[in-house]
């Protein structure tokens, strides 16, 4: 049985980066012109994504659990605008608010996490609160949009260039480009590695696959399935100001309108990575892929430049319901081989 | 104590109260203020048109109400919520548009087709984006959250793209009628009016309501004991579909233009906030449909008293939330068991002595 259901999750995953490569593959050949065979494209669709990358990776532990966090998008643009608001209005250093910012998320997420797990309300609901919550939240800290400009510690991470060693290409101009990538992609990375090993090898992990897999029996295993969901929306929204800070550095502003419907970009990462929207199975290096897969679709459709921006939501739509689908079959075929 | 308990346990009891609640806050404000103490009940005609804060509310507020019916369905039938009615709204006010306009014209004074024909399109893409979330949740049996998410996101973009990403205007009284006046009354009230009273009709006069809620209640036995079970969820999502169509079209005439992007933003949050506040288990099951309504203008009260009391519409999602979690605090079933044992520990205490 086992080995059935990872075999499901391993063909879902298998056809994402099929998916991915196919797609990028086919960028290459039809863009070759525009620069799109180039490193530096696929490294920008990192800077581009890095804060919905750690972002992805808190929502697939939630998602892991059977639940939804909804209330991502909106505090994003919380932190961003407490992080802008600070620097610009109040005149605090740049390292101080950061941390702040992380412990604002970890609080909001514990709240979350009460409501669901203690007082077993559904976790759409409670996170629909928040998301109002921290919306609002956003326009009372300033109604205006606030650039960061004054904090030079800021502005020099956010400016930060790594560069790769290879790679490289000869522009029009005749000068050598170096590939690069920022600070924030890094930051990315390294936190979708830690989630990826906290699930695959700490106690805490396993619980979280097993509270989702199925709770009665994760109670009757002697888990603590309340502080396991608890933690984990706390988990989540920590994560989600790690990708908050990302998002602020590559935008360096804060309005009241920031990442709206970034929490359905999250959510249609971690699905068309592989994670079961009924929790118990999927992984965060597909959530990853999904990430990639969304950015390299909004690439696409910039790099035809005839196409409106709203194509790139249509085909995601469409990706995501095919997904949905093939995980409607996996699970059909699945009750049937059980029957 | 026991006259107390009866009303409490009634099935209005909290859309009533928290509607009397908001109400009161006006009287308590404009007494504060300096104003006459019930500025909030007054209604008068001005300029031949019914003027005063409880018109606006039920005027502003019809848009969620004819949400608040299709919603109340489908939470009932599918213990899920649809969230895709906001995008649909837009939807279906953009190919309105659109087609009354004709694809890629911005501003038109007179229509490209006859006023009917533009109606029942954007009725009719609304119960097709219904009947593909139906199909979703009923047949292949995906989370209705997460079935709807797809036209969620895809909704507005096909909207955008069928206006050519402008905003259509089309300026014509006849159209404008319907987000205007009839005689002294605001139009769209009148909508909400007829649409509340031909459900309430249909689900009281044939046995669809009780099907919906056996269906709620135990998908299975409901299967077993001869419904199909499937087709009475996919109907409720159409009909979702049809009063995101309708409340669509009423939000389009108001502002006679297709702003794809605006038209329905977070509706699908109030929508389900109605339910909510209207008594409704967002699990299924039993539902209440006048509890909804008056939870739909509950929402629309608070936003206008928000907006009486100088809260800007940015910051007034925060007092939203606020509501919503003490909604659902309170019906939460730790939070009544708690309760019940403390008033049984009174009781206990009350033998004793």
């Known amino acids: ?67 939804i966090d909804i209330s991502v998008g909106s505090l994003i643009a919380m932190d961003c605008m407490f992080l802008a608001v600070g620097m610009e209005h109040w005149g605090m250093s740049s390292p101080v608010l950061m941390i702040l910012v992380l412990v604002i998320g970890a609080v909001f997420g514990l709240v979350q996490g009460y409501c669901v ?13 928040g998301m109002f919550f921290a919306r609002g939240m956003t326009a009372v800290i300033c109604k205006d949009q606030v650039s960061i400009v004054s904090d030079k510690l800021f502005t020099a991470i956010s400016n930060t260039k790594i560069s790769i060693p290879f790679g490289g290409y000869v522009n029009k101009k005749g000068i050598y480009q170096t590939p690069f990538i920022r600070p924030t992609v890094i930051v990315a990375l390294l936190v979708v590695i830690l989630v990826f090993l906290m699930l695959k090898y700490t106690k805490f992990g396993r619980s979280i696959y097993a509270v989702g897999g199925n709770q009665v029996s994760a109670t009757l295993m002697g888990l603590n399935v309340k502080k396991t969901k608890l933690l984990t929306y706390t988990l989540c929204s920590l994560l989600t100001s ?78 995501l319901c095919f997904f949905i689908l093939l995980q409607a079959i996996f699970a059909k075929v699945k009750e049937s081989k059980k029957a | 104590m026991d006259k107390v308990k009866k009303i409490t346990k009634m099935k209005l009891f909290l859309p009533i109260f928290s509607m009397i609640l908001v109400m009161m806050i006006n009287v308590i404000y404009d007494i504060a203020s300096g104003n006459p103490p019930f500025g909030f009940f007054s209604i008068s005609i001005n300029n031949g048109i019914l003027y005063g804060r409880l018109i606006d509310v039920l005027n502003r507020g019809s848009e969620v109400a004819i949400l608040a019916i299709g919603m109340t369905l489908v939470v009932s039938a599918s213990a899920g ?56 949740v009923a047949y292949m049996n995906i989370q209705p959250m997460v079935a709807t998410l797809i036209l969620w996101s895809a909704g507005r973009a096909i909207g955008l793209l069928l206006c050519n990403s402008n905003i259509v205007y089309v300026r014509v009284p006849s159209f404008q009628f319907f987000g205007a006046y009839c005689g002294i009354i605001p139009t769209p009230i009148l909508i909400a009016a007829v649409c509340v009273a ?15 809620q056996s269906v709620g209640i135990n998908k299975k ?36 233009s297709a702003d794809t992007n605006n038209i329905g933003l977070n509706m699908e949050l109030d929508a389900i906030l109605a339910v909510a506040l209207g008594g409704n288990s967002l699990g299924g099951g039993k539902f209440n449909l006048a509890g909804s309504i008056i939870g739909a203008y509950t929402i629309q009260a608070i936003t206008t008293t928000l907006y009486a009391l100088g809260v800007s519409s940015a910051q007034a999602p925060v007092f939203k939330a606020i509501v919503v979690i003490l909604i659902v605090v309170i019906q939460s079933q730790p939070v009544k068991d708690y309760f019940k044992k403390l008033s049984a520990k009174k009781a206990g205490a009350k033998e004793a002595a």
């Open chain 2, 221 to 256: 036995a409901s299967r077993i004991s001869g419904f199909n079970s499937a087709k009475i969820i996919l109907l409720c999502y159409v009909i979702c579909g049809l009063c995101a169509g309708i409340a669509g079209l009423v939000a389009t005439c108001r502002i006679y």
């Open chain 2, 198 to 212: 031909v459900a309430s009709i249909v689900l009281k006069s044939t046995a669809l309501g009780t099907y919906i």
């Open chain 2, 81 to 136: 919520t649809d969230i895709s009615v906001g995008s649909v709204m837009s939807l279906s006010g953009g190919l309105c548009c659109m087609l009354l306009a004709g694809y890629g014209v911005t501003n038109v004074s007179e229509y490209a087709v006859p006023l009917w024909v533009g109606m029942l399109a954007g009725i009719a893409i609304a119960c097709v984006c219904g009947l593909f979330n139906g199909f979703l």
């Open chain 1, 1 to 67: 049985m086992k080995k059935l259901k990872l075999g499901g999750n391993n063909i879902l995953l298998a056809i994402t980066v099929i998916l991915f490569v196919v797609m990028y593959a086919g960028g290459c050949i039809i863009y070759a012109d525009k620069g799109f065979t180039h490193l530096q494209t696929f490294l920008n669709v990192l800077i581009n994504n890095a804060g919905l990358i750690a972002v992805a990776a808190g929502m697939t532990c939630v998602m892991l659990t059977g639940g």
């Open chain 1, 117 to 129: 797990a203690y007082l077993e309300i559904q976790p759409f609901i409670v996170t629909m609160a």
């Open chain 1, 242 to 319: 790690i990708g908050g800070i990302c998002y602020c550095l590559n935008t360096m502003c804060g309005t009241t309108t920031q990442a709206t419907g970034l929490e359905m970009d999250a959510i249609s990462s971690s699905v068309i990575g592989g994670t079961l929207l009924t929790g118990g199975v999927g992984n965060v290096l597909g959530s990853l892929v999904g990430v990639l897969i969304n950015g390299t679709i909004s690439t696409l459709v910039k790099s035809n430049g005839k196409l409106v921006s709203s194509w790139a939501n249509i085909i995601t739509a469409i990706l």
